[in-house]
């Protein structure tokens, strides 16, 4: 066990505990806005489908139920503009960072092999190469201006976590083409892919980016922020065949099943696009007012635009910041959680309840 903790960084919220104590001492309580989790509730139509389920004592497949992989496919089509996608191209998988972290053992890769993640990035990506034994590689560019050499995975993130930005699709396509040059399977995490605000992200399967096929290319999606289902561990892949067959292989030996119950939830919830527009109502406010405030305040937002959170910065150290907000009993996430080029941002998330996100916009404002 020592050996595994000896790969790894610092688990990045346990340094933050001292300030939550002491935004939880506020008068009026904490408004955490330092993790994006939903608090809303699962939609009813989602909530009836894994109660019909409930009475599943036998093993579910891990490739899914026909139904589950007809949504998965029927969405990519309509939400992602993905073409001749069949049902060797889409795989359920048990919530994306869980798969984020096993993915590069998972392909095989080891010591020699490099791993390449955006900076600011989700800290997940750094630990899913650091298990492997692969060689991390944080890019700030492009990483059309990486070394290929043993470059053997390239995560993308877009709409990115935490800084909100979009890829467009003709810097997608360049990056997808180089990839393709240089044999780099790329992975785009697209968890927020239905959250964008001041712009409309571009999945890497559209054909604009991927010129109608999905060779060499992977894209994850959870259903955790777009219908409150962080609870349920529901996510999927979607793209290359030969790869996601590796993955299904491996993943049937190892016994990852998506839990049947959740696999009916999942269907429904993907054929069902009212909820979605209704939780993005409720986010969009939220953005609204706390944008504002923010503002106000004398905060800059950079990027911002999609996701749930706000990449916001005073100028000055994130942990100055943090503790300077903590006083007033609203907590948020240092930017150096997610790489060294976070160091002087806070990542705010709009994930609190309409009277938690009211609180902050008055002690903001005060």
Known sequence: MSSVSAR????????LEP?????????????????GTPVDPVPEVIRRALAAASDSPGYPTVWGTGELRDALVGWCGRRTGAVGLGHGNVLPVIGSKELVAALPAQLGLGPGDRVAFPEPAYPTYEVGARLAGA????YRESPTALDPEGLRLLWLNSPSNPTGRV????????????????????????????LGWE???VSVLHPEVCGGTTEGLVAVHSLSKRSNLAGYRAAFLAGDAAVLGGLLALRKHAGMMVPAPVQAAMAVALG??????????????????????LLGRGFRIAHSEASLYLWATRDE???????????????????????PAGERFVRVAFTATDERVAAAVRRLAG
């Open 317 to 339: 150290p994130c942990w100055d910041t943090v503790a300077d907000l903590a006083e007033e009993g609203i907590l948020v996430a240092p930017g150096d959680f997610y790489g």
């Open 135 to 138: 060689e991390p590689v944080p």
């Open 272 to 293: 069902d696009d009212t909820h979605v527009s209704e939780q993005r109502a409720r986010y969009a406010a939220r953005r609204a007012s706390l944008r504002d405030a």
């Open 19 to 35: 300030f939550k104590a002491m935004a939880a001492a506020h008068a009026d309580g904490i408004v955490d806005l330092s993790v």
């Open 199 to 201: 712009a409309e992200p």
């Open 167 to 194: 890829l467009g699709a003709a810097e997608l396509r360049e990056i997808v083409a180089w990839a393709r040059a240089h044999g780099v399977l790329v992975v785009s995490d697209e968890c927020y892919l239905e």
């Open 8 to 15: 790894l960084p610092v688990f990045p919220w346990d340094r």
